[in-house]
């Protein structure tokens, strides 16, 4: 399965933009980055995808290297709702069959 | 929109029991999926279908894990005999797979397994 690394943690303080690095050297030319996270208690929820360009939408951007190696999320004002589990994941399609493999995601905590 | 319904929320079995877990997912979505996500730990398939057929289950426990897509709409997951290790939350996600879309997956919001 296509890997993804991303570290365990990170804080950053409530109104301040907030960048969440991966790193997916892996990655063939195929393969989406996508974004998921999970609130307490919840389950995961989509937050952004791209191929090749950087894209924009109303939760978040999606900033992608040229060499596909490595992306980041970023959340231009952080809020206390944003504090999650963050998953960075390839979307590898095989045969038409597209799935996601989930990593261990960073935590992210929002300090008022 | 009405999204992913799962049920029961929570439940409770003692090792060598029965459990089954339903999902439903979002009107007219093919595909339909369901993770095991153990405390601490991202979400691992376990089983795919598209409409009522299986695309993979090859992290599946077959000896003791079934599922089925009846109709392919509605979803059961079952587990018999339950093991200590099987305690996790169970996620159920829908997808539309439209060529060509985000495939974005919608999640319910899991139940949880205890086994003592």
């Known amino acids: 399965d296509a890997k993804t690394t991303q570290p365990n943690s990170m804080e950053s303080n409530e109104e301040e933009p907030v960048h969440l690095p991966c790193n997916h050297s892996t990655i063939s030319g195929t393969d989406y980055i996508h974004w998921y996270r999970q609130l307490p208690s919840q389950g995961p929820e989509y937050v952004i995808h791209g191929l090749t360009s950087n894209v924009n939408n109303r939760m978040a951007s999606l900033a992608i290297a040229e060499d596909r190696k490595s992306s980041t999320l970023i959340l231009h004002r952080a809020t206390l709702r944003d504090a999650a589990v963050y998953y960075c994941i390839l979307r590898v399609t095989n045969f038409g069959n597209e799935k996601l493999t989930f990593g261990t995601g960073t935590r992210l905590t929002i300090i008022p | 929109e009405a999204g992913v319904a799962q049920s029961p929320r929570y439940k409770i079995i003692e090792k060598r029991q029965s459990v089954a877990f339903w999902c439903n997912p979002i009107s007219g979505h093919a595909t339909l999926y369901w993770y095991q996500q153990i405390l601490g730990q991202g979400p691992k398939l376990l089983i795919q279908f598209q409409n009522n057929g299986v695309v993979d289950d090859s992290q599946l426990p077959k000896d003791r894990f079934s599922a089925e897509r009846l109709k392919g709409v509605d979803s059961t997951l079952k587990i018999q005999p339950a093991k200590l290790e099987d305690s996790a939350v169970y996620l159920c996600?829908?997808?539309?797979?439209?060529?060509?879309?985000?495939?974005?997956?919608?999640f319910g919001p899991g139940t949880r397994l205890t086994v003592l």
């Open positions: 996600a829908s997808s539309l797979s439209a060529p060509g879309g985000s495939n974005e997956q919608f």
